[in-house]
């Protein structure tokens, strides 16, 4: 009896749900998966210990995820169109036609063997690079992947002799922002600019080394 009641209940709860879910197009309902996935992993309870990543230099392959992970889920989480995925593919591919090994490098964090992060560290000029491209999927969210790519970009940017390290990103994007903060970025110009379909403001970050 009880489980004839509870399949009346979960039958009903789904028909509910798919209704809620029917009023939304297929970016809607990504975005909304997204952020789902994304609360799960704030929530969802320590395992015994932490769990285990590593960081690769890029192999071939790598750059399409990069390209995909960004454009997927900038437009779940902050519904960001198509053209922000034109945004880095075009730094993707700068990055692979001028990459200079001795100055400029990419980092993959893996996650039980599977892609779930990237950051990239590219010549500005003699003295100065740029941070690009960070992201931490959302199964990784929570594990210190992003802090650790972002040590990684630093400890390369001094060992190569760079005097400043320069980033562009985004108000919105608080957890990238606060990464950047805890490891000594500082905020040095703020503009309101019109990209990839909303209304954003840009921020550009500087650390002297």
């Given at each position: 009896?009880?489980?004839?009641?509870f399949a009346g209940l979960d039958d009903a709860s789904s028909r509910e749900i798919g209704a809620m879910l029917a009023r939304l197009d297929d970016?809607?309902?990504?975005?909304?998966?997204?952020?789902?996935?994304?609360?799960e992993g704030l929530l969802a309870p320590a395992p015994?210990?932490?769990?285990?990543?590593?960081?690769r230099p890029h192999q071939p392959g790598d750059m399409g995820w990069v390209v995909e992970r960004h454009?997927?889920?900038?437009?779940?989480?902050?519904?960001?169109?198509g053209s922000f995925e034109g945004f880095c593919a075009e730094i993707v591919a700068a990055f692979?036609?001028?990459?200079?090994?001795?100055?400029?490098a990419c980092w993959i964090a893996e996650v039980d063997g599977e892609r779930a992060g990237s950051v990239f560290l590219v010549a500005e000029s003699?003295?100065?690079?740029?941070?690009?491209?960070?992201?931490?999927?959302?199964?990784?969210r929570g594990l210190g992947v992003g802090k650790r790519l972002v040590e990684e970009c630093l400890r390369f940017a001094r060992r190569?002799?760079?005097e400043t390290?320069?980033?562009?990103t985004n108000d919105i994007l608080h957890a990238a922002r606060a990464i950047y903060e805890k490891a000594g970025f500082e905020l040095v110009e703020e503009e309101r600019h019109h990209s990839f379909g909303m209304d954003l403001v840009g921020q550009n970050w500087e650390l002297r080394l």
């Open positions: 009896a009880g489980r004839a009641a970016a809607s309902q990504r975005r909304l998966v997204g952020c789902m996935e994304a609360i015994g210990g932490p769990t285990p990543f590593v960081l454009a997927s889920l900038y437009a779940r989480e902050y519904g960001w169109d692979l036609r001028d990459y200079d090994p001795k100055r400029e003699d003295t100065v690079a740029k941070l690009r491209l960070l992201i931490v999927d959302p199964k990784a190569t002799g760079y390290v320069t980033l562009w």
